[in-house]
């Protein structure tokens, strides 16, 4: 479900009268915000509305991305905001159906160049809240203790600082085009860990189904530009954090541990 606020096509013209849009299409991946792709007779648009009340977190994505923008990565820039509504570039290219090495090298890339502009970059909050992770785990040890015994090792789980991270880089927030990578969805991003954004990373592409293939790989890249060097082992430990803190947070958002399953085999 990626629509929870529903928008006509003449409503958006009144709120974006400079664009003359032509199609508006609701997506159906996210269960938070509401995401539609609109498009003109030459563009395509990403148009938003955070059903969170958050709009500290929207002004500092906003930033972000433009910091980003004129660092060369390729990412979406807000182009226009009306009323409630967010207007976004269209990144160009397709998510991954199968990954592949060039995927990987992309990814590391990417979060080598992301992390050098944001290492030691100062956060109003942590992607680990320990409050919230007691809260989740809470539901969890009441409705699925199976569950909570596989993932109350996040109870004791300190992250590091070492500045701002994505958090959240799964195939659904990027795009390919050929072997150049587009990532979007910064709204979540907050200061952590780097071997846990690249453990993140790598848990949202698969790779532990071939590892150590894909960490030998995303590491080599990674570390050739990365502002501190990572090791194997750090990244390997942040794999089973990684994977049971989105497990734990598929578990509260859907109800149920069909989506956890996927990230705890």
Not at 7 to 25: H, K, V, W
Not at 238 to 263: D, G, P
């Amino acid at each position: 479900m990626g629509v929870k606020t529903i928008i006509t096509l003449s409503e958006l013209s009144r709120l974006f009268a400079s664009y003359e849009f032509t199609e508006l299409t609701p997506t159906t991946s996210g269960i938070i915000d509401t995401t539609y792709v609109v498009s003109t007779c030459k563009s395509q648009y990403i148009l938003k509305r955070y059903e969170r009340a958050i709009l500290k977190k929207i002004d500092e994505e906003i930033k972000v991305l433009s910091e980003l923008k004129s660092i060369g990565l390729n990412v979406p820039l807000c182009i226009a905001k009306s009323s409630e509504w967010y207007l976004y570039e269209k990144i160009q290219g397709t998510q991954p159906k199968s990954i592949k090495s060039f995927h990987i090298q992309a990814l590391a890339r990417f979060l080598s160049r992301f992390h050098r502009h944001t290492y030691k970059k100062s956060c109003s909050s942590n992607l680990i809240e320990k409050n919230e992770i007691t809260s989740l785990l809470n539901y969890v040890k009441s409705n699925y203790f199976g569950y909570y015994k596989k993932l109350e090792l996040l109870k004791n789980y300190a992250p590091k600082n070492d500045g701002l991270i994505h958090g959240d880089i799964f195939k659904d927030n990027t795009v390919f085009d050929g072997q150049k990578i587009g990532v979007f969805d910064f709204i979540d991003s907050t200061c952590g860990s780097f071997a846990f954004d690249v453990a993140v990373t790598l848990v949202g592409f698969e790779s532990p189904k071939h590892t150590p293939y894909f960490l030998n790989l995303f590491l080599n890249t990674y570390n050739r530009h990365a502002p501190k060097k990572l090791n194997k082992k750090d990244v390997a430990s942040e794999l089973k954090i990684a994977s049971s803190f989105y497990a734990l947070k598929r578990i509260n958002n859907y109800k149920n541990t069909k989506k956890a399953k996927e990230l705890l085999r």
